[in-house]
């Protein structure tokens, strides 16, 4: 089961067995049915790295810094799971066949002989996970996420995440909570294999009581995955696509249109526990682990 799980782990590291797995994956499918078997996971990635973004609408009118990591799991729906192939002339498609979280990869016989689709890595639910530090001063907040570079196999994996937040109750008198609006942006690329750019707009609110902070948000975003890649071709195979060796380019939208977040927070001392739940076209369940002064 070890050698088949792709996930995007904590901090959006690629193992190098999971990568040549996805590369192989990738090169069993023809340009008119990658899209559909790579736009789950091209969600997932915008569902992880556009959430964690807030945890309080507060920011200092001084100085405040804090570093911290927001730990996430995605839930896949079950309409994620598979999706119905573009078949040569003359196949039907009467099962479909698994998108790259579903189970099984569909096998179609027709004229041509039979047209096989890869498996999936069987999940329903992915773990995700960034590590963020912010500073602020005069009701502004800079937030940024990063990772330096590691190599997998050959090829260079990059993650850099920004995001600016500014509290706009500070400008409304006798308003009984915080609120501020935030913009994200955060790109991970492997090189030579995805670009996944990710943009998000929210407003948020928050308010305390004692040491407990309750908020919540409302939030648009969108996901964009641009994957090159190499069919490995198959003189055997029942798709005249699939029978050369050819290399692809994609670009692929995710899902991710808009969400609901809410949320609370504990606050000790220079210790901040955060969770929330987002409910959007994949759900997640997001915990922060946060040092701040």
């Known amino acids: 089961m070890k050698k088949?799980?792709?996930?995007?782990?904590?901090?959006?590291?690629l193992t190098g067995q999971a990568y040549s797995q996805l590369d192989?994956?990738?090169?069993?499918?023809?340009?008119?049915d990658i899209i559909s078997y790579v736009k789950p996971m091209v969600t997932t990635l915008g569902t992880g790295l556009n959430s964690g973004g807030f945890h309080s609408a507060k920011v200092a009118k001084i100085f405040g810094f804090s570093?911290?990591?927001?730990?996430m799991m995605i839930f896949i729906p079950n309409d994620q799971l598979t999706f119905d192939p573009k078949?040569?002339?003359?196949?039907?498609s009467g099962d479909p066949s698994a998108t790259i979280w579903g189970n099984k990869g569909g096998i179609y016989s027709g004229p041509f002989g039979f047209v096989t689709y890869p498996d999936g890595f069987n999940q329903t639910s992915v773990p995700f996970g960034v590590p963020q530090a912010t500073i602020s001063t005069f009701g502004t907040e800079l937030l940024v996420r990063f990772i330096p570079s590691v190599n997998i196999n050959e090829n260079e994996f990059n993650f850099l995440g920004?995001?600016?937040?500014?509290?706009?109750s500070q400008w409304i008198p006798l308003i009984p909570l915080d609120v501020a609006v935030q913009v994200l942006y955060n790109k991970l690329e492997v090189t030579n294999l995805i670009s996944s750019t990710n943009l998000a707009f929210n407003a948020h609110a928050s308010k305390s009581f004692g040491v407990f902070t309750a908020y919540g948000g409302l939030q648009y975003e969108s996901s964009n995955f641009k994957l090159d890649y190499k069919i490995k071709g198959d003189p055997a195979s029942g798709n005249p696509l699939l029978r050369v060796d050819r290399n692809i380019s994609v670009d692929i939208d995710g899902d991710n249109t808009f969400r609901v977040v809410v949320g609370g927070a504990l606050n000790l001392?220079?210790?901040?526990?955060?969770?929330?739940y987002s409910l959007g076209s994949q759900?997640?369940?997001?915990?922060?682990l946060t040092f701040g002064f």
């Open 162 to 168: 920004i995001g600016v937040k500014h509290n706009i």
């Open 24 to 32: 192989d994956r990738f090169g069993k499918i023809d340009e008119n």
């Open 269 to 276: 001392a220079f210790l901040t526990l955060s969770a929330d």
């Open 87 to 92: 078949l040569p002339t003359g196949y039907a």
């Open 283 to 288: 759900s997640v369940f997001t915990g922060g």
């Open 4 to 13: 088949l799980i792709f996930i995007v782990t904590i901090f959006g590291l």
């Open 67 to 71: 570093i911290g990591i927001k730990g």
